[in-house]
């Protein structure tokens, strides 16, 4: 007998076998819907229109991404809450908007102990050289890349000196993540002012991008689907602080001393790379321990 025949029979039993409801019913798909993009929006003062054809794809691409990277996006919304508040204060102090949180939310999906393939660590993503440069310490025993305050310090005064020299926040932004001497390269070879105008390398050209799209979400995370209760986002951590002025050459014993453990010395003071922590002589830390 033809095989194709009674493939075609067995094909038709099957299908007068099952409810007419389950032939008729249509497969069910989970819907996907393209997250809103804002005509325009304030950004660190200035406000941003989106009319232009690229300047729309180019924010509407990153919130796409952001939309659906379910769980960095939902973690970032989580650690804002213990990060943001600090941040924003350490920012205004320096001179810098608040609205600046956005970039460390895109530099670490505001992860402290953030690494990247590039040597780049904490909150904002400071390489080695640059951190050095203003002002943190780095070396084995001690790395304040991963200090938020200090950090957050630190990348004020890139951002403020960045803007000074050209004059707007996106240009700023754009030299964080491709540094400053190839955004002056570039404005003065493409004469342009601002690094919206740059044909630049793909991760420069959307970085800015994200950014902001960070700020559209963050502020409204339950337009983009995203619903959290008061309960679920991560508190600060509570504290006591203990100055340091000598050489602690056992870590765990002196956390222990201290009614806490090592991992809570660690998880209180991420810049702490080591089980010693020495100190110069006239040099302090603060160290932080859980307040109970």
């Known amino acids: 007998m033809n095989k ?6 067995l094909t038709l039993l099957i299908a007068a076998a099952a409810p007419a409801a389950a032939q008729e019913r249509p497969l069910a798909m989970p819907a996907v819907y393209s997250p809103p993009v804002p005509k325009q929006m304030t950004f660190a003062g200035h406000r ?22 379910h769980t960095s996006t939902l973690l ?11 941040m924003r204060k350490v920012l205004k102090e320096n001179g810098v908007p608040e609205d600046m949180v ?23 993503q400071f390489m080695p050289a640059t951190a050095k440069e203003y002002g943190l310490e ?7 890349r991963y200090h938020p305050e200090k ?33 002056s390269k570039e404005l003065e070879a493409q004469l342009v002012d601002s690094a919206f105008d740059l044909y630049l390398v793909e991760e420069t050209s959307r970085y800015m991008f994200r950014v902001l799209a960070a700020k559209v979400l963050m502020e409204n995370p339950e337009k983009f689907g995203y619903q959290l209760r008061q309960s679920q986002l991560y508190r600060p951590y509570e504290y006591r602080e203990v100055t340091v002025d000598e050489t602690i050459e056992d870590l765990p014993a002196w956390a222990k001393a201290k009614g806490s453990n090592y991992y809570m010395l660690r998880e209180y003071n991420p810049w702490i790379r080591a089980k010693k922590l020495p100190v110069t002589p006239g040099k302090t830390y603060t160290i932080r321990l859980p307040k109970s």
């Open 76 to 86: 970032m919304l989580k650690r804002a809450n213990r990060y943001f508040p600090m």
């Open 4 to 9: 194709n025949f009674l493939t075609l029979s």
């Open 151 to 183: 950090a957050t310090a630190a990348a004020a005064r890139f951002l403020k000196k960045a803007k000074a020299k050209y004059g707007n926040w996106e240009s700023a932004m754009a030299s964080y993540n491709g540094g400053q001497g190839r955004i």
């Open 138 to 144: 780095v070396n084995e025993y001690v790395d304040e």
């Open 102 to 124: 956005y970039l460390a939310a895109i530099e670490s999906s505001l992860n402290p102990r953030a690494y990247s393939g590039a040597k780049a660590a904490g909150l904002w």
């Open 48 to 69: 941003f229109s989106f009319d232009r054809p690229d300047m729309y794809e180019r924010i509407d691409r990153e919130l796409s991404q952001m939309t659906y990277s």
